[in-house]
Each structure stands twice: as C-alpha cells, then as structure tokens.
C-alpha cells in the first residue's frame, strides 16, 4: 500500500468526524503505522421539543462539537492541525438541512428520529409502492412543504447533515449514493433520483438535490481557509466523500465483503451486511441502502433489543448489575427450560406490528426463582428477533452470514456474544474501536490521499478486533433452532392479525 500522496508533507494522520445525533466522535489514524492515534468527542443536544413527535437540531451545533472534538482528538494524539493529510465525514442519516438560496440553514434540521411526518410517509408509499418510513428524509420535505410553507418557498437546497458539514468544510454542495439512499426517491440500482418520486414531494423537489452524485471514492474538495479557522482544521487537505453512519460504520468494522454481517446492540437492534447487489422490501422492513464503497448495505431495524435486557433486569435482577445478572445467566442452559421471553415491549416493525407487547410464555412452577432465567430468555428473546431479521434479509437476496461483527453496548456481555454464534451458528467477533462510524470516515479519509478505493484499503488494512472470538456450540446451536421455531409461532399467534415483515 502506497505512502502518503505528496503535496500534503507534513500531513500523517487522516481525521475522521462522525456527527452524531447526541454529539460528534473524531478519531485521528496514523497512515504509516495505520493504528489510531487519537480521539476526540463534542456534546450537544436536540433544541427542546415543540411536540411529542419532534426531534430537531441547530446545524451550528454539529459545527461547534467537531470543533471540539478535534481540538480534544488533536491534543490525545500530541498533533497539531499541520499534522492532518485528509478528512472524511459520517453523519446521522435521513436529516433534513433546508438551506436558501445564498446557502444559509433555513429553519433547524429535522432528524432521523423525528416522526412528525408519519402520515406524509404513509402519502408517499402510496405512490412508492413500498412502506416508506417516517424517518426517511423525503416525507420530512412534504411535512416542511405542507406545514411550513414559508420555509418551503425560501429552500433552494436541501443536505442531509454529513452532506451540510462537507458544505461547510469545502464550500461544495454535494451527495454521494449511500447517505442519499436514505432519502427515499433514490433508483438505487441506477443510484440516481427518480423524477416521478420527486414530483410526489413537489415538482421543485428534484432541483433541490444535486443532479449528480459523487462517486464512492472521489474527492468532495479541499478545506477552505475559512473553514479551517472555525473548526482547527489544516486548510487545503483533501475532504473524502463521506456518507451515512452505518455506511462509515460497515468500513469501520471491514464489513466491506458478502458474507460480513454487522449487528448492534443498542436500545434498538440493528443488523446490516455488505451485498453486491441491491436488496429490496416492498414492506419497507429492510432498509434499501447504498454502501460508501459502490455496493449495497440493507439494513433492518428492530425496536425492541437492549432495553427488553433492562426490564428483565429492573424486573427480576433484586438490584444486582448486569454482570453479576450475565453470569447468573450463564449457568441457565441455552433454551431457558422453556421460557421464552417475547421482548416486543415498545411494539415492533419488524415484523410490522406496531401493537405487540412483551410476553413471557413457557413458566412452569420453580423458573422464575432461578437467579439469571429471565435476563438470559430476554437476551435470548431479543437475538431471535434480530435472527429473524436475518432471515427476512436472507429471503430478499442477502448473502448468508459468515462471519458477525457485534457493536454497541450489549456487545459488552460475553454471554450476549455467546448467545448471538449459538443463535445464529456463526462465529462472533468484536471490533477493537467502538466507534466505527467515526473510524470508518477516518479510514475512507486514508484512502482518499494514498490513491486506493476505500473497499481495497479497507481490506488491506482491516480494523483491530478485539482478542478471541465466540464460536457456534454445536449442543445449542441444535437447542435454539427448536426453540426459536416455538418463539416464532408464539409471536405469531399473539400478535399477527394483518402484520407483515
């Protein structure tokens, strides 16, 4: 693998920023020794809620929290900016940045998580012919057009947020294909808009995207003077294209081949594996994504993951944390005698059924005084779900998993990880680096200045992963495919009236 390229001497470390929803993640990669060489964080929050359903932010704030999150990255790694060689950018999906015709934010950007526009998702997928959801960022567009018709005649241009902070950065308004899939109206084999989904937000809609999207490994721009005194950047270096969060999360853990599956244990369950062709669900359950290297990422989501664990333990854990409860846990033998804990406490969309509740079935006389039984049939509870999932993807065209990577908080517990290769029969790892979006956009910034596409740097320099690895139990890899057959049909007969997946 090549060198630095030249004309950026003095430049070792790319830097990578991922804007999150809470707060921005920086982490800074050495490009000789390709280890990390510093991180960085920058809180902020969401503006206070106007109504139950919002959930909106200042673009100002990601700025000011890349600020300071290099300015911390800079100073963990003894660098200074004249240190930098290139910058990439992760950001939340889905937001909605309206900016006029000078560039300037319009109103403040409306988020992923914002479902104000439920019943304009319901409109388009009407007209889409698959289940749009309220968190794709072309119904935020008809809300602002229907409820804010002020804003909507002075928006010229609308950026998703990695999208406004490249904007920032390099003074260029630009998309690539794997953030801008999550707008919605994307042809995502032709990765271009079409016309006659755009027209169903507004006939201006199309004219307010770019008419062109950057390839997957091409240069955004270079930093602006301006920009580099804001932010504590090094003017001039190259800015990568960028993309989504779980796109720079996919290059962050090397999921950049088929086969590679990526799961994260969060108060939601997400699962998203790497596929060379396009994945499509008229339900809408799986997420149809773009990837950041020219491929395609699906992506489901399940509602109902490390929060079912928490009620467990809130439940039947008399006060103990969640490790001592993780190794009560390990001593109940997979399956859990039986009981099944069904974990849809919030309700569920995949499958689609919004009025399902938790449920624990199979209790015979003596369980429930078993230290551990109740975490352990929700952690299992849970990574059925997420098995499901799975096998929904399956179904559609993705590859069978070879290989799991587990991120996010319950990726923590051992027993968890042993339950998931069990579950899944698939050997489990764990990236060294939690914050795989962050390092993703780092790594795609390396990349970007030694000259090689994202996805071969990628897998001539795999991320760290931590030591050992969990491997399928044959014994209960056979327990819970029967037992995962009695939670599917007991889900089915509690919940399914007109649910879909």
């Known amino acids: 693998m090549a060198s630095p390229r030249a004309g950026h001497a003095g430049g070792t470390l790319s830097l990578g920023v991922d804007v999150g ?7 800074l990669y050495d490009l000789r020794t390709h280890a990390i060489a510093g991180r960085g964080v920058g809180a902020y929050d969401l503006i206070p809620r106007t109504s139950t359903n919002c959930a909106e932010q200042d673009p100002s704030a990601w700025l000011e929290g890349i600020r300071a999150a290099v300015a911390q990255a800079l100073a963990s790694a003894g660098a200074s900016p004249d240190d930098l060689a290139s910058v990439g950018v992760s950001g939340q999906q889905h937001g909605m940045v309206a900016l006029d015709e000078s560039g300037n934010v319009v109103r403040p950007a409306k988020l992923w998580c914002d479902t104000e526009s439920a ?34 005649a002075r928006t010229h241009t609308i950026l998703l947020p990695h999208d406004f902070v490249n904007y920032f950065l390099t003074g260029v308004m630009s998309m690539e294909a794997g953030d801008a899939s999550g707008i919605g109206v994307m042809d995502i084999t032709s990765r271009t808009f079409k016309r006659e989904w755009c027209d169903a937000v507004d006939v201006r809609f199309a004219s307010m ?9 091409a240069r955004c721009g270079d930093v602006t003077p301006a920009a580099a005194a804001a932010l504590g950047l090094r003017a001039g270096i190259p800015v990568a294209t960028g993309s989504g969060d779980n796109m720079m999360s996919a290059l962050g853990v090397g999921c950049v081949a088929e086969g590679q599956l990526v799961c994260s244990l969060g108060t939601s369950g997400t699962l998203f594996g790497f596929s060379a062709s396009p994945v499509r669900d008229p339900t809408g359950a799986v997420a149809p994504f773009c990837d950041a290297t020219g491929g395609y990422l699906p992506l489901l989501c399940t509602m109902n993951c490390t929060q079912a664990v928490a009620e467990a333990a809130a439940a039947f854990g008399a006060g103990r944390s969640h490790d001592e409860l993780a190794a ?20 569920e969309r995949s499958p689609n059924w ?3 509740s938790g449920a624990l079935t199979g209790l015979r006389p003596g369980l429930l005084s078993q230290p551990g039984l109740v975490y352990r049939a929700a952690v299992e509870g849970a990574t059925y779900s997420l098995l499901a999932g799975v096998r929904r993807m399956n179904e559609l065209g993705l590859p069978p998993a070879t290989e799991l990577s587990v991120v996010g908080g319950g990726s923590k517990s051992a027993m968890w990880r042993q339950t998931i290769a069990d579950v899944f029969n698939v050997t489990v790892r764990r990236p060294a680096e939690t914050e795989s979006a962050a390092l993703g956009a780092a790594l795609q910034a390396a990349a970007l200045v030694t000259g090689f596409p994202a996805r071969e740097y990628v897998l001539a320099h795999p991320p760290a992963y931590a030591e050992g690895a969990e491997v399928p139990n044959p014994a209960a890899v056979t327990t819970h495919a029967v037992s995962y057959q009695k939670f599917v049909a007991e889900g089915k007969a509690l919940f399914e009236k007109d649910a879909t997946f």
Not at 21 to 27: H, M, N
Not at 145 to 150: L, Y
Not at 331 to 347: A, K
């Open 119 to 152: 019943p304009e998702a319901a409109e388009l997928a009407e007209v889409f012919g698959w289940h749009m959801q309220a968190g794709f960022t072309a119904s935020k567009a008809l809300w602002l057009k229907r409820h804010e018709p002020d804003n909507w």
């Open 209 to 217: 995207l770019p008419s062109e999207l950057l390839p997957p490994d």
């Open 21 to 27: 929803t809470q707060g921005c993640k920086a982490i």
């Open 354 to 356: 919004p009025h399902a």
């Open 328 to 347: 009560d846990a390990a001593q109940i033998p997979p399956g859990c005698h039986g009981v099944r804990f069904l974990p849809y406490l919030v309700g």
